[in-house]
């Protein structure tokens, strides 16, 4: 069965023409809703500062959580000219990925990961770093915000030396006014599918509801879409807020996947 007149509501913002593209291929009907941008960490000097680190051989284990990490230092570094350093120095590193948006980026510049983590999760992270010996060594760790608290209190724990840097914030992209069109669109019937690829997609989609006094209304629509979600950290915030999510790919969180499971849904 093809996805042809189906509306899909898509959240993504970083890959959003890729999958608007693969949608519009299975006359699908993409209606753009991006809930967040992606800009660079606004602390360039504790950036510039990781990768001078990185690029002086300082680091022995390289722990990148997200494929935006990993494009977002490498655009900074190509700002200051040292693009190629850069990769010639993580070409030294033994790394290790949190999942397969990482080991892609990776790829671009010709590289594989040492290891990859057992669950593309902070979990899974922790759970292959358990295997290591890494009590001494100096770590590089590629975070996707402020902090992370469980990552980091394990590498306490086991007496590493961890070094954090957050190449990227996540800031609002729609308007409140946008998100509560949404709302009131997946209400009424008007959207098949909602697809998510990141947990603080979820959490904009609550916030803004909360601000208009739309939680009931959120609830009641989006009982009526399938859910889409990308991802074991995105499945969790949705179940936690009672959410029944309709299409996750099991393996691969490539967008070309991602529409042959959200096809699969209606047949």
Known sequence: ????????????????????????????VPIRCPLLSILDSPDT?????????????????????????LRRLLAFSDRQGLRQQTIEAIAQLHTLTRGPKPMLAL????????????????QGVIQTLQELELKGQSIGVQLYSESNPPLQEFLTSIEADAHYVSPYIYAPAS??????????????GQIDVLVFTSAPQVERLWEVAEEKGLVPLLGEGIRQVKVASVGPV??????????????????????????????RAFE
């Open 1 to 28: 069965m093809s996805l042809a007149g189906k509306k899909v509501a898509l959240a993504e913002g970083r890959q959003l023409e890729e999958l608007v593209s693969l949608l519009e291929k299975e006359k699908a």
């Open 45 to 69: 000097q504790a950036v510039a500062e990781w990768l001078e680190k990185l690029r002086a051989g300082h680091f022995s284990w390289l722990i990148l959580l997200t494929g935006e990490g």
């Open 107 to 122: 790829k671009e510049i010709g590289l594989k990961p040492t290891r990859v983590a057992a669950a593309p999760t902070t």
């Open 175 to 188: 308007d409140a006014d946008k998100v509560a069109e949404l709302i009131q669109q997946m209400a009424t």
């Open 234 to 263: 995105v499945s969790e915030n949705l179940r936690n807020r009672g959410v029944t999510i309709s299409i996750q790919p099991e393996q691969g969180f490539q967008m070309k996947n991602l529409v042959v499971h959200i096809r």
